[in-house]
Every structure is written in C-alpha cells, then in structure tokens.
C-alpha cells in the first residue's frame, strides 16, 4: 500500500505543474484577447478553465487518495481518484454536447472565421496541451491521471484540426469546414468520454475487472492447486483501477489435512496474486464434508 500511496504522490506533482502550465496558457490568452479585442482568444481562455477544472479535480482527488488507511478508512481514500474520473467523464459528455450543438447552429448559419485568430489561438493551445501530455506521460495508468489525459489529448486533437482547418479556409474559403470539424472532434471526446464513463461506473458498481471473471480463477485453481475440490463466494471488485481485491471459500479435497491447509493457502494466495495481480487476497478454507474453517489472508 505504501508504494501505492508513493505513486500517487509523484502523479499529484505532474497535475499540479500541468495545471500550472494551463493557468499560464490561459492567462496569455486573455492578455491577448483585451489587447487585440480577439473573442477567439477569450473563448478559447475559457475552454482552458474547463482543463484547470479537470486537472484540479484530478489533483484533489489524488491527493485525497494519498491518505493512509485507518480504522475507519480501511482502503484509506482510494476511491476518490475514481469519483474524480467519473466526474470528468460526465464533464466531457456536457463539452461533446456544447460543441455538437454550437457545430450544428454554425452549419445552419454560417459566420465569417477569422483564420488569424484561429491560428493564434489553436497554436497556444497546442504548445499548452503538448507541454501538458509530456508531463503526464506515464502516468496513465492511474484513473485519476488517465480523465485528465483524456481531456488534454482531446484538445490536442481539436488543436491540430483547427490549423488543418484555418489553412484550408484561408485558401478555399470554405467557412462551412470549421463547424463540420468541429462536429468531428466532438464525436471522438464522445468516444474517449465513454470508455472513461465506462470503466469508472465498472469500479463503482463493483464489477469485476474485465480482465478477470470467476470462471478464470476456478480453472487456474483446478489446475494448479488439486488439493483445492470447488471455490464458493467468489467475489472479484476493484478498490480502483490499480487495486483488485479478491475474497473466496476454497472447499479441500478429501484426505487434506487440517494442518496442511495453511501452507496450501499461502502458496495459492502467492499463485493467484502473481496470475492475476490480486492487491488485496482473502481465502478461506473449509474440509470437505465438514463445518470448520480456517482463514488466511495475503497482504
């Protein structure tokens, strides 16, 4: 647990120099736009408030999850990481949602495009988002981190096409590309929302991971372990992404000692945490035939 806990510290310091980034980006931005009077750059200052949002979210939420168990708080905070993931996946859908919409209004009433300020705008936002995703390399595998990514790649994206988008107006005049680019990249955040929204709501309603089911486990067990006759309550969820706990009754086979039932389950919890990349492993086991039980737990 403790070099969970390590780990999250390390990713918290990457949220907190992205976010840092972003505030900059941000504050260049609406400079700029009083300066010039550019609503382009105003509009886009507040589309990097959304990313300050998500990235502050995600920091709280780590630093939150940083907290050690107690005797209440027996899994400490770790699922705040997940509730923050969530809430930015749910953040994401409005964000689809409003530029699907504005891209549609656009198709029905086309608008002049100031290809100047799109470049401006799309190229701070683009050296913002970049900076960001360098620094939050690797740190993906954390739920929390990974919401965050998600929101930075998403304008990453949105940044490129914009150019892409500018360049081709400045030379065709096609005004009508803007808003049909726009309607584009809404459909991808949709996609990279719903499986944020996917695997957050799993950990939340405490479906096992799908990478693992019961089935799998009761046939490693069957073929490596023959002392063991049938698993009951099998029970598979995750804490959060990186934390699997697993609970079960193993019912031994006749002629397996009591005595012996202690070395078995210690060395099928060491199996079972090596196959599966279990955190957290409880097995119980029970003589076949019988009522007594005894119980072993791996850390």
């Known amino acids: ?21 972003t505030v900059t980006g941000m504050a260049i931005e609406i400079v700029g736009g009083l300066l010039t009077g550019s609503l382009a750059l105003l509009s886009d200052a507040g589309h990097m408030f959304t990313h300050v949002f998500a990235l502050g979210i995600s920091a709280i939420a780590l630093r939150m999850a940083s907290s050690k168990p107690c005797h209440h708080r027996t899994f400490g905070l770790l699922r705040a990481e997940v509730l923050a993931a969530y809430t930015n996946a749910l953040f994401l859908f409005a964000v689809t949602a409003t530029i699907a919409y504005e891209g549609v209004a656009r198709l029905l009433n086309p608008q002049e495009v100031l290809t100047r300020e799109m470049l ?21 595998k954390n739920i929390s981190v990974r919401s965050a990514l998600v929101h930075m790649a998403a304008d990453t994206v949105s940044s490129v096409v914009i150019v892409i988008g500018a360049l081709v107006i400045a030379v065709t005049d096609w005004t009508w590309i803007d808003p049909l680019l726009s309607i584009g990249i809404a459909m ?16 939340l309603l405490e479906i096992a991971p799908s990478r693992i089911t019961t089935a799998d486990v009761e046939r490693f067990v069957a073929a490596e372990c023959p002392q063991v006759e049938s698993l009951k309550r099998v029970r598979i969820w995750s804490i959060t992404d990186d934390v699997t706990a697993f609970t079960a009754e193993l019912v031994m086979a006749e002629g397996v000692r009591v005595t012996d039932c202690t070395e078995i389950t210690d060395q099928l919890a060491k199996e079972l945490r090596h196959r599966f990349g279990f955190s957290e492993l409880t097995l119980q086991t029970t003589a076949s035939g019988e009522g007594q039980s005894q119980g072993s737990r791996e850390e």
């Open 1 to 21: 647990m403790d070099e969970l806990l390590q780990y999250r510290s390390l990713s918290q310091a990457r949220l907190l120099w992205s976010m840092a980034i």
């Open 188 to 203: 991808v955040i949709l996609a990279w929302a719903w499986g944020l929204f996917r695997d957050t709501s799993r950990i």
């Open 120 to 140: 401006v705008v799309a190229a701070i936002g683009l050296a913002v988002n970049v900076a960001s995703i360098l620094l939050l390399h690797g740190h993906g």
